[in-house]
């Protein structure tokens, strides 16, 4: 078993831990009415938009998502970083730029420079991953963030285990193109999926908020692509289905989902004879020099 599989399959456990963590209200993170910006790489960047969008839904404060290596000079009230490795250089110079304006690093590895920049560090060590490819880290941090907005299911770690245990849609390996289709928070989730179909299996993926993909996007769409919704299917799929794709939609909460998508990208990767364990011309964290 690839070390990415298994760190997939302990995703209901560490968020059991993430979600309890959330809910003790965790010094250093935003208070209602907060203004917000959040900030990420990759994966991280990914959770950041899903967890801002989250927060405003919530009505709990204007809150924005950039790459760490886009903040923009405005006044915010506080400052959200998400990074596994803690080394990542784009999020330490952010951090690092911040002034006087609160900062909070949620970690998987306290042991690292992100601890001396940031105000606050709250570390998930036990969602650290020895693979390249993020997956338990990302999700847990997410699980954290949406118990302490109090926008987290009851029983979310139980769909975790019910989109471990569901067949992958049949077919879905042998598409040549993956679409992933999002709404809102999902738009996040949408991105990361296409992301790990990327990174893993070197996958021709993509992801659009759905409404958006009627919009020129679906011109790519026939027999031999998957279209995978993570939200917005509701005006959409008659549309889809006449491109002949393959369609995928759960009634799981879309982060839940996001698990199945996780495993498609390893088998996928497996299917086209790929380590996912070592994707290409990438490592687990981006230190520039």
């Known amino acids: 078993m690839t070390y990415v599989l298994r760190e997939i399959a302990d995703q209901p456990a560490c968020w059991r831990r993430a979600l309890d963590l959330g809910a003790a209200n965790p010094a250093g993170l935003p208070e209602a009415g907060e203004r917000v910006a959040v900030i990420g790489c990759g994966t991280s960047l990914y959770m950041a938009q899903a967890y801002a969008a989250l927060r405003e839904r919530s009505g709990q404060g204007e809150t924005d998502a950039f790459p760490a290596s886009e903040l923009p000079a405005r006044r915010y009230d506080r400052l959200v970083a998400i990074t596994r490795s803690g080394t990542t250089t784009e999020v330490l110079r952010a951090l ?25 560090v709250i570390a998930l060590e036990f969602a650290d991953e020895r693979s390249v490819v993020q997956t338990r880290f990302a999700t847990s941090g997410l699980a954290l ?51 790990k179909l990327r990174e893993a299996a070197l996958a021709w993926s993509e992801a659009y908020p759905a409404m958006e993909y009627r919009h020129g996007p679906i011109s790519i769409a026939d027999e031999n692509s998957l279209v995978w919704f993570f939200g917005g299917e509701e005006e959409l799929l008659d549309d889809v289905a006449r491109t002949g794709a393959l369609i995928t939609v759960t009634a799981l909460d879309p982060m839940a989902d996001l698990i199945r998508a996780q495993r498609l990208a390893v088998e996928l990767a497996r299917s086209r004879g790929l380590d996912p364990d070592n994707p290409r011309n990438l490592t687990r964290s981006v230190i520039l020099r």
């Open 96 to 120: 690092g730029a911040a002034g006087d304006v609160p900062t909070v690093a949620i970690t998987a590895d306290p042991e690292t420079p992100v601890t001396g920049l940031a105000g606050t």
């Open 145 to 195: 963030l949406r118990a302490h907005l109090g926008e987290a299911p009851a029983d979310l770690a139980v769909q975790a285990e019910t989109a471990l245990a569901t067949p992958l849609p049949e077919g879905a390996v042998s598409r040549r193109q993956f679409t992933f289709l999002g709404g809102g928070w999902t738009n996040g989730l949408a991105r990361e999926a296409a992301l």
